[in-house]
């Protein structure tokens, strides 16, 4: 397995007419060499970088643990006339790699595009925006048990610290971990604005990052074993590659980036042009990894 980055053109022009949300995406089809080949979005998401795979001639099996997401995506490829026998779409888990594709066939690349979707922060009732009203919810696959809610709520004062700090890397984790069972002794805290509200007395603003990004981060992480999976998801994808296939990885914070990074031993990497970050903000975290099987 080799390092494969400094010769992807930097130079793609990102907002591609009708996938204007899908960050990197010049840089993610350039990575992935595409072919008339099979290849796996494992977080498809609104499509974006699949129809585009598709576009150039590839074909997808499109994994989504939102099924929400599928049947955006699935809507989207019908309005675009995306010939069905080109994709195949799966509801589940990345996790469950193998077991998701249940086939021998060996893919030319794999794109795990990590992180919350703009359209799942832009959902309200999904829970994982800081910046608008709805349930602490923040689970991807709508079927977990688990809550945002239920962690805030039921976390001990040690518990919530950790949380804070070993997933939101929070700077202000213990003060924050005080003030949720203060304020939970009230009454439990329930809605998205409740806790942000929260944190922004606690922690204040600080510059440009709202104070709640890292709560809303580690809480989100923790609901839906966002680290776990993506370390066993990995060895999955590198196992069903082909000889000289490619796995391209955007991740959007620190925790992320570090696992894909001592996995691939990579010192390698490409972040989006100032243009992306200012067309679209949300970009401006995002770290794409590529690497080659030889």
């Not at 924050?176 to 944190?199: F, I, N, S, Y």
Request: overall charge positive; glycine content about 8%; hydrophobic content about 40%.
């Amino acid at each position: 397995m080799q390092s494969f980055g400094k010769n992807i053109l930097r130079k793609w022009r990102w907002k591609l007419e009708g996938y204007h949300r899908s960050v990197l995406l010049g840089e993610v089809v350039e990575a992935l060499n595409v072919r008339d080949a099979w290849y796996i979005d494992c977080t498809i998401g609104d499509g974006g970088h699949s129809i585009e795979i598709i576009r150039r001639g590839g074909k997808v099996v499109g994994i989504d643990v939102d099924p929400q997401a599928l049947k955006r995506v699935r809507q989207r490829f019908d309005e675009a006339g995306v010939d069905k026998r080109k994709y195949i779409l799966v509801q589940g888990n990345f996790r469950d790699l193998k077991k998701l594709i249940q086939t021998g066939t060996k893919f030319a690349g794999v794109l795990f595009d990590l992180g919350v979707s703009s359209l799942q922060l832009e959902t309200p009732e999904r829970g994982f925006s800081f910046g608008k009203e709805g349930p602490l919810d923040m689970r991807m696959d709508p079927a977990l048990g688990v809550r945002a809610l239920d962690l805030i709520n039921a976390g001990g004062r040690k518990e919530l610290y950790e949380l804070f700090s070993r997933l939101g890397e929070e700077k202000y984790s213990r003060a924050l971990a005080d003030a949720v069972v203060r304020a939970r002794q009230v009454r439990p805290l329930t809605t998205t604005m409740e806790l942000a509200g929260l944190v922004a007395r606690v922690a204040g603003i600080r510059g440009k990052l709202h104070p709640a990004t890292r709560v809303f981060q580690a809480l989100r992480i923790a609901v839906n074993d966002e680290l776990a999976a993506l370390e066993e998801a990995l060895p999955q994808a590198l196992e069903v590659l082909d000889k000289n296939g490619r796995i391209v990885v955007v991740s959007f914070h620190s925790l992320e980036d570090r696992i894909v990074k001592h996995f691939f031993k990579s010192k390698e990497l490409i972040i989006p042009s100032k243009e992306e970050i200012k067309d679209h903000p949300r970009s401006r975290s995002a770290k794409m990894r590529v690497f080659e099987k030889t």
